[in-house]
């Protein structure tokens, strides 16, 4: 079966006739006898239905959705994107270990390391996006993990995934991806040598900006570790989140389809505008990363960054305040579109963000693109009209 269609059909849950598998609440299951109790609980099966926290029905079948579309061995369901991040370097990451960390990652993940692992003594280096096999360089007898995420969130650098993952394949170490950005049907990272692929969910896979979930899915030989802490610390996915995250889940090839070419249009028209600077954004020709893009990804989310050229503050706002189809707000993904400013300047490490400029971060969602070229052209006159 071709994947477009294997997203339809995969992860039904039970075949009682039904399309959409029921929500299946529980905390508590109920056994008719001790050894019914007993033959539930036994160890080695991953998936027992003896407590809700240990999955339901309708957590395993998004997660047989996962599976399929990540071409994974075993999937595990969070509350979050941040959460699945969290859990996958708690997995690996022990006192006195190195982690390498991409310098583009989201902000975050970023903290995560700089507060929670740092207390715990583990290490952080972070490196740059745009490293390549030279992450040699920086591999440490205790490195234990190397973070990726391309494109990087705000800047949208493209890593040589496939480069790095056989680098790391020849030490100790193992390779975590957030893969958010082109989801499992543009980018397969376990495809590309990455062992454990990290979703927020949250974003394309619900697609509706109503759900919050997070997936890690891995290859065989780590899916132990990943498992066990997804256990010990007490990792969820609400079931009603994980209905609606199968819902949007089954449209989301001709949700991403539309995404990349109104996402492509909207970024066009915007290189063309004297208001804008630069468009960061890997399938336009230009762009830093457009070849490694072309080459790994099947396709593109409609997620990028705008640099803007110098402007007031209050411009800046009367420009933002302005827009009447563009909502303004955090998260993406969603069929919406969204402007937020950025500050890619923060937080780097490793790099560094010279550009001084004003800059946004644009989510292009499944409106007319005539009409988002609209309000933006609008509040680009209005920006012109209060300059005088
Ligand atoms: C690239 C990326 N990864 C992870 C996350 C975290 O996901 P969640 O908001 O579901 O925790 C986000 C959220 O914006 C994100 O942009």
């Not at 339901?56 to 994107?81: H, K, N, Q």
């Not at 790994?296 to 827009?323: R, T």
Request: contains cysteine; negative net charge; proline residues 5%.
């Amino acid at each position: 079966m071709k994947e477009i269609t294997r997203i339809i059909t995969h992860g039904r849950g039970e075949d009682y006739g039904i399309v959409n598998p029921p929500v299946y609440r529980a905390s508590t299951v109920l056994f008719p006898t001790v050894a019914d109790l007993e033959k539930a609980s036994l160890p080695g099966h991953d998936r027992r239905f003896t407590y809700g926290r240990n999955g339901t029905p309708t957590i395993w079948a998004l997660e047989d959705a996962i599976i399929d579309l990540e071409d994974g061995y075993a999937c595990t369901l969070l509350s979050s994107g941040l959460a699945a991040i969290t859990t996958a370097l708690f997995s690996f990451l022990k006192s006195g270990d190195h982690l390498l960390m991409v310098d583009s990652t989201y902000g975050p993940t970023r903290r995560f390391c700089d507060e929670t692992l740092a207390d715990l003594g583990v290490e952080t280096t972070y490196y740059d996006p745009l490293i390549g096999t030279k992450i040699s360089s920086l591999m440490q007898s205790n490195t234990r993990v190397v973070f990726l995420e391309s494109p990087g969130s705000q800047t949208f650098e493209v890593q040589d995934i496939p480069a790095i993952t056989s680098v790391v394949k020849e030490s100790d170490a193992i390779t975590i991806m957030d893969n958010t950005w082109a989801t499992p049907y543009y980018f397969k990272p376990l495809a590309n040598g990455v062992d454990v692929s990290v979703l927020s969910a949250t974003k394309y896979i619900v697609g509706h900006a109503d759900a919050m979930l997070g997936s890690i899915t891995t290859t065989r030989n780590v899916w132990d570790m990943v498992h066990r802490s997804f256990r010990n610390l007490g990792g969820y996915a609400n079931p009603d989140d994980c209905y609606l995250a199968l819902r949007g889940l089954r449209t989301l090839s001709v949700r991403l389809a539309k995404h990349h070419e109104s996402g492509l249009e909207i970024a066009r028209w915007l290189t063309n505008r004297p208001e804008v600077s630069r468009v960061l954004y890997p399938p336009l020709e230009d762009d830093p990363g457009h070849t490694i893009w072309r080459r790994d990804f099947k396709g593109a989310s409609s997620l990028f960054g705008v640099v803007l050229e110098p402007c007031s503050k209050k411009s800046l706002h009367l420009f933002l305040n302005s827009l009447k189809i563009f909502g303004m707000g955090y998260s993406w993904g969603g069929y919406e579109s969204l402007i937020v400013p950025t500050n890619p300047s923060k937080g780097r490490t490793a790099t560094t963000w010279d550009d001084t400029k004003p800059s946004l971060r644009f989510h292009i969602g499944l409106e007319d693109p005539s009409d988002l070229i609209n309000d933006l052209e609008n509040c680009f006159s209005l920006m012109a009209k209060s300059k005088g």
